[in-house]
């Protein structure tokens, strides 16, 4: 067993000791995000400081909980709180989370985040379903880790985010009246904001959003044969588009706006997946 493997194993031990059988889907909660843990029933709490090995977050706005409740009768796992490249974990830590959940039998992770618009018909507040994504952290968590068999290191990403769960998710946000935008989320490493240049950039290849995570996260989820749902909430304009200089409390704040439609259109989609893949 190497080093990665076993460390999870103990920190899988610990997490089942504590809340047991863990159900079929997780949600990871970006940044001003965390608040949809609080609509859990029933909750029990873990620290992730408790947890053998687990990275520690030293961001604003993730408070660093696993929490295990209900919505309407469907257990679900809450991730509050991630950790980024940027605070200077290295990918195998970042993503380290995502390793464990699907060791602990998760087979749907909806993942969020907070994420500045490059386009300038997606605005602050507005929702956003992740339709695919482009990789600019110039590194990949896979890198060094091989497999069983060559497909394990060469994972196919022709489909990174699933096409039922976000079918489920739009329907969703349609039967609730809530508008649910669609785009390519560009990640890369932070944390310094994106200079006007490197948004041209982006929008020139495609991109619709960026952020600082999520990505490696997604990488890793493929690799474990995992369904991903993507949705990032909108918290502000790049450099450029903006007017204005950039800052972190404005992310928090405007996710904090967003928060109301953002927990009913998860709870709804949530329960929706767990109904029809049970």
Known sequence: MDDLSRKIAEAQ????????????????????????????????????????????????????????????????????????????????????????????????????????????????????????????FLTNPLIGIGGKSESDRFVDMSAPYSEKLACIAEKAALDLRIELKKGVLIGSSGPTYETAAEVNMMRKLGGDAGTMSTIPEVIVANRLNLEVLGVSCITNMTTGLSGKKLDHREVTEVAALAADRFQKLMEETIVRILSVSV
């Open 13 to 136: 031990h610990f997490i089942l000791n504590q809340l047991g059988q863990l159900p079929p889907l997780a949600i990871v909660l970006g940044s001003g995000l965390g608040g949809f843990a609080d609509r859990l029933e029933n909750p029990n709490f873990i620290s992730t400081a408790d947890i053998p090995h687990y990275p520690r977050s030293t961001v604003a706005g993730h408070a660093g909980y696993w929490v295990m409740g209900t919505l309407h009768g469907k257990k679900v796992v809450a991730v509050k709180g991630r950790v980024h490249f940027y605070e200077g974990y290295s990918l195998e830590k970042v993503t380290f989370p995502v390793r464990l959940l699907g060791r602990l039998g998760i087979r749907y992770l909806v993942i969020t985040n907070a994420a500045g618009s490059l386009n300038p018909l997606i605005r602050p507040g507005d929702l956003m379903l992740i339709d695919d994504h482009i990789n600019l």
